[in-house]
């Protein structure tokens, strides 16, 4: 079965090189070109879509609240040079957020999650496996207080150990489930059930305060906000 995608963005440059990507997919059907939502929202109502890759600053209705506005929403990827809206996308359930430029490696990467994303939601993993010395170590979840990343390495404060891993904080930040940690600064990653209070500064995790950095501190509010009584 190919699955009509839309491209909605408002610089034709960017339709270009996407349309040049989707075009070896014979299981994507390009059905259309759009420069801003509201012509999206006009050729949805005449043109069965699957999925769109969206931008997210266009003129008239930005595309994030161009999905808020969609009763049935198909998979969206994001496509944007901004970095800040990432978290509010993932809140959209949007399949993948791509920065641009947009290499073809990192766009094969998002078109293969929507071909093989199962019909049934996926339950967050209850833990993972770290490389620690010479063995994987397995690390449930909710055992993790938060996650310091090194030149090289992390460290991985857990309740009753710290473990040391070579890998970077990237890494675990992309196969952590996104709605329980968060990457509160450059250089930690914390669990989101695990706060004990907070500031517009810092968190205090365990017996630690974590900082938050600048770039990271009004999505991180946003979210702790969710829990406000």
């Not at 930005?62 to 049935?72: A, M, P, Q, R, T």
């Not at 791509?98 to 967050?124: D, G, W, Y």
């Not at 938060?146 to 990237?170: A, D, H, M, P, W």
């Not at 810092?202 to 991180?220: C, K, M, Q, S, Y």
């Amino acid at each position: 079965m190919r699955l009509n995608c839309l491209i909605v963005d408002d610089e034709p440059i960017a339709q270009e090189i996407l349309e040049r990507y989707i075009e070896p997919f014979d299981q994507i059907n390009l059905v259309g070109k759009c420069l801003n939502a509201i012509e999206a929202s006009q050729l949805i109502q005449q043109q069965a879509v699957d999925l769109i890759f969206l931008d997210v600053e266009m003129p008239y209705l930005d595309g994030l609240s161009f999905v808020k506005s969609l009763e049935h929403p198909p998979k969206v990827i994001i496509t944007t040079a901004n970095r800040e809206y990432a978290l509010e996308g993932y809140e959209l359930n949007v399949v993948d957020y791509l920065l641009k430029p947009i290499s073809q490696e990192r766009f094969l990467k998002a078109v293969n999650r929507v071909l093989t994303k199962p019909t049934h939601p996926e339950k967050s993993p209850l833990y993972v496996y770290l490389k620690v010395d010479m063995k994987m170590v397995q690390v449930f979840l909710d055992e993790i207080l938060y996650i310091q990343g090194l030149s090289n390495y992390v460290r991985v404060f857990c309740e009753k150990r710290t473990l040391i891993t070579y890998q970077k904080l990237s890494h675990l930040e992309e196969i952590l489930p996104a709605d329980v940690f968060f990457r509160s600064h450059r250089s930690y990653i914390v669990n989101l059930t695990k706060i004990k209070s907070y500031t517009s500064q810092d968190l205090e995790v365990g017996e630690t305060e974590i900082p938050v950095g600048g770039n990271h501190r009004e999505a991180l509010i946003r979210v702790l906000a969710k829990f406000q009584a």
